[in-house]
DNA sequence: GTCGTTGCTGGTAGCGCTGTCAACGATCCT
DNA sequence: AGGATCGTTGACAGCGCTACCAGCAACGAC
């Protein structure tokens, strides 16, 4: 033979080859390509490989073909349920694949993304998947001068890098008020928490239902920067109710903090929804569950990151989707916790959760 | 010069060392081992890579090292908000060191686990975290000629591969049983779900601490396959009571399928504690804002990660610690969900959560 | 003065794989 | 039949970096 065996003992593509009775190269054709491969050495090559147990060499490859087949995955937060639905998603659309997901952890800082924008761009991924459009302008100079496909993910808005999907947080959160109007309330709260600036654009949502209506006042609304918590949620809501005694809805920006609110109001003994309604966002698994049951704003997360990763992944292999821009829309879920305070909607204190009635409303972006 | 650019304008390790006027494998050696350098080069070539914006190509340096910075992560789920605590840490804990994160989901599934085990070790990690002590032998194998040190994480038991952080889950469940039986509660059920190895161990302690009292029976115990969720937890609970309507209390799993508990409780008019004592498991934050509070025993996910990732690369560059297996226990947070029901400790209607009481267990492994 | 010894530096030779291009036979068209 | 085209294969030459070892100066011990 040629060569030996490298120290390591571990199998290289030659070995390969050689048992095959092929050429390296010819050997490499069958993981790249293997249509290009009369069928009978791909079946050669195909049974060498299983039987020596051949792993390719990533690095060598990444190396020899200057390109990786790296996915980087930038998103702002390891904690919040919403990331990890999306991550799930991403994960899923990528196995079975030949990407590989490299993830990083921006913190909700743009400062830090564009830091590891930098990195992830030196190893020339295959594709990149970012959070958000609120990119540094720096960042989204490395994004356009990028050589591979980007996603951006969790809203959709003008100008998009590359592709882009998600929905309108503002016209979802006006949904969730018109909802709120719809069942006779009126003085409606916002509660906020960490402020990225996709609870930014909720909130502006929110001002803006309220404006159109001629209620909104500024005491209505109750925001803090710090993470969010369920805890958190009952303390915001307090604050909001010392502002605002007569309150009769509060919309949160998220479900921690509107299940927050439900306890904060078991506590105080507040009706919900006789005195109080309250309405969530991103419809997590407990709203549906919880007594009485929670309206919320449905998102869909999961489909969100499967299909950023499977738009990714086909535009990375030459096919690149007809419609780059996808806003998945989002739903409002009906719950009792907002049901009207006429009808006789009590949380029902047996039996499973209410049926949903849903109105649905794909997001139209500006 | 000696070679010409890059087509792709790539600044490489032989441009530095150029400018900085010393051959490439000193400018390399300033990356890897800066102190071997004199201190007259080492500015110069710190100087010359700040100046050109030099990124070291990863590719590269794995490929002519044999070794790659890379730290492979297998996880069961992404879902589960143990795990992305639990990731935190490790993510935490990275950062700011050479390596990175390489994320695989197991999906539960040990098989799965062998053959992503498999993928991972032949990219030759720096290091590897794997979740608890039930790897297939195949695995186990795997595990042991790997020449990379290893962290299993979760849980601790006997036979660590390497090193080992976590606590006993048996203990933990022991020590909520006994937190119950405190509270002079006898007839405690059991509710969980998935039934991973570490929910089977927590099982195992419950019914161990049943059988010590001599109050076990097979019915308080209620189980399924289906991964957990709020809403399962009011479900396996309503079956529960149809076993057992005479039930004082219920030991779950974890706090989803607890506060499920809790709002099913709500729902049937069963007073907590008053009639049902409720105890979950790891203490997620919303445990102390329900209402009645709810009791957890406490588990320290996000230290395990950070402590996991950090004594990996301690362990990775030479330093291991003087304690490869490292048992970070738990804690029973009593709160009013098991309050004693002769106390008059009815779920305060106002004012915060109450003060929580803390039984400090350091886990002792078997 | 000779002989290590230490500290720093450079040359050589790949790591395992793939891009490029050329070569080959088989097939098709005029 | 001759040339063009297609599908399949192989030779060659690196990708950018680092392991290994040799070289060289400075230094101290004897």
Not at 113 to 121: A, D, H
Not at 187 to 207: E, N, S, T
Not at 319 to 345: A, C, M, T, W, Y
Request: charged share 25%.
């Amino acid at each position: 033979m040629g060569r030996k065996r490298t120290k390591s003992g571990k199998i290289r593509l030659a070995e390969v080859a050689e048992l095959a009775g092929v050429s390296p190269i010819t050997a490499s054709r069958f993981f790249r390509n293997p249509e290009a491969l009369s069928v009978a050495k791909r079946t050669r090559v195909e049974s060498a490989a299983k039987e020596l147990g051949y792993v390719p060499n990533l690095a060598a490859r990444a190396l020899a073909s200057q390109r990786t087949e790296v996915i980087g995955v930038l998103i702002p937060s390891l904690t919040n349920n919403v990331f990890s639905d999306v991550l799930r998603g991403i994960y899923d659309a990528s196995e079975g694949s030949r990407y590989s997901i490299q993830l990083s952890n921006t913190r909700y800082s743009i400062l830090q993304e564009e830091k590891l924008l930098r990195l992830f761009l030196a190893q020339k991924p295959a594709g990149l998947i970012v959070t958000g459009i609120d990119q540094t302008a720096e960042s989204r100079a490395m994004l356009e001068a990028a050589d591979c496909p980007i996603v951006q993910i969790m809203e959709v808005g003008p100008n998009p890098v590359d592709m882009m999907i998600g929905f309108s947080h503002y016209d979802a959160a006006r949904a969730a008020i018109a909802h709120l109007f719809a069942q006779g309330r009126r003085k409606v709260g916002f509660v906020g928490a960490r402020m990225d600036p996709r609870v930014q654009r909720r909130l502006d949502g929110y001002v803006s239902a309220m404006k159109d209506a001629g209620l909104f006042e500024q005491r209505l609304v109750v925001t803090t920067a710090t993470p969010t918590s369920v805890t958190l949620g009952g303390a915001l809501f307090t604050d909001l109710l010392a502002r605002e005694p007569d309150l009769d809805a509060v919309f949160c920006a998220n479900d921690d903090l509107a299940l927050g609110v439900l306890f904060e109001c078991r506590r105080r003994e507040i009706g919900v929804p006789e005195q109080i309604a309250i309405v969530g966002f991103n419809d997590l698994e407990f709203m549906a569950s919880a007594v009485p049951t929670l309206t919320s704003v449905r998102t869909n997360r999961y489909e969100m990151g499967k299909t950023a990763a499977t738009m990714l992944i086909e535009a990375i292999e030459g096919r690149r989707p007809e419609h780059p821009v996808l806003d998945l829309g989002f739903k409002v879920i009906e719950r009792q916790s907002s049901s009207s305070r006429l009808s006789d909607n009590r949380p029902a204190l047996s039996g499973g959760a209410a049926p949903n009635k849903m109105v649905a409303l794909p997001s139209s972006h500006d």
